[in-house]
């Protein structure tokens, strides 16, 4: 996909490390009052006056994170910024900047860096965050890209992973899973071009689900979301990892339990049809597949009335006593242990 068979195409060492910058970043403008210098000097400088400021930062690396034989380049700079403008919303707060650095080796024209960024700057334009800084270097093994992502927020807005109480109710935002299905599909469309290169996949009946793997979106919604219902979240996390392992994070920062209802667990048609298509179990599916950069939360049970019914919310279960235990209830009403089977970064089976 990547091999420089046209000679036309534009060697990075022809520009070098800061004609590469200066390239890349010359169309990204100021979005954000509290960006005072950006790109351009030693250090960006920035100003949050009373709000305090929260940074998160990812690392996206090839053949771990990504697959450039099914992901664009311009999807993959997107993706790389709503990661962790995720994080940032996972803190109810606001994102407002952040910094790229990517190593990339020889394989990679300044073209294919072009589209990468390109990507990166619909991002940044869509969330109203700023391109600040970052660094650029060689790399032997591909690409790796490295977010760090930086926002705002009123101290007693924060949201903690550790806030939860007793008899919380468990929320999450939009529906979960479906990303996982789509890099199955994509998975699968792949080991079928290797075997077949003629062989043109139709992904027509699974485009939500492929949406959802390449091109995620931050719920940077749902924090004003809450506001106008006037809902505090008492604890917060994205689901990045699978909402099992999300959920688990929240009891055992918080020091509670949970029941977790698996007939309250918002899916997707799409989802169930392509689960039912891979003889997949869609809970299984939609407890432990990652990616779905929605948010995970829990408010008072006195917010109940506020948030029933909200078409973008769904309450997923309530939180118990510590000594209770992590369960899932089945549609059955059968009350099983709940395990975190989700991505494990430092996994090399994964």
């Not at 970043?25 to 920035?46: C, H, M, P, R």
């Not at 707060?93 to 860096?113: C, G, H």
């Amino acid at each position: 996909m990547l091999e420089n068979k046209d000679q036309n195409k534009t060697s990075l060492a022809q520009l070098g490390e800061f004609g590469l910058i200066n390239h890349i970043t010359k169309n990204f403008s100021i979005q954000q009052e509290s960006t005072i210098k950006a790109i351009g000097d030693d250090a960006a400088v920035l100003d949050f006056k009373s709000k305090k400021a929260v940074v998160s930062t990812d690392l996206l690396v090839e053949g771990v994170h990504f697959d450039l034989s099914y992901m664009p380049l311009k999807h993959l700079g997107y993706k790389a910024v709503v990661v962790n403008v995720s994080d940032i919303c996972a803190m109810n707060a606001t994102p407002t900047q952040v910094t790229i650095s990517i190593a990339v080796s020889n394989r990679f024209p300044l073209e294919a860096i072009e589209e990468l960024y390109e990507g990166i700057r619909l991002a940044c334009d869509f969330y109203k965050v700023d391109l600040i800084g970052g660094d650029t270097t060689s790399s032997t093994t591909g690409l790796l890209i490295s977010v760090t992502a930086l926002g705002e927020v009123n101290e007693e807005d924060i949201a903690y992973r550790s806030g939860a109480q007793e008899n919380d109710l468990l929320v999450v935002s939009g529906d979960i899973g479906s990303a996982y299905m789509g890099l199955q599909v994509l998975e699968r469309e792949k080991q079928v071009f290797l075997v077949n290169p003629q062989n043109q996949p139709n992904l027509e009946d699974y485009s939500y689900i492929i949406e959802r793997q390449l091109k995620p979106e931050a719920r940077t919604d749902i924090k004003e979301l809450l506001q106008k219902l006037e809902v505090k979240p008492t604890a917060m996390i994205d689901v990045s990892d699978g909402i099992s392992s999300e959920i688990m994070h929240i009891c055992k920062a918080s020091n509670v339990g949970c029941n977790l209802y698996e007939d309250k667990l918002p899916l997707d048609p799409q989802l169930i049809n392509v689960c039912e298509e891979f003889n997949l179990d869609s809970t299984t599916i939609a407890i432990n597949g990652g990616e779905d950069y929605e948010l995970l939360f829990t408010v008072s049970m006195n917010d109940f009335e506020k948030i029933k019914g909200n078409p973008h919310l769904s309450i997923i279960g309530h939180m118990t006593a510590e000594k209770e235990g992590m369960h899932l209830i089945t549609r059955e009403n059968t009350k099983l242990a709940l395990k975190a089977r989700g991505w494990n970064a430092l996994n090399e089976e994964e």
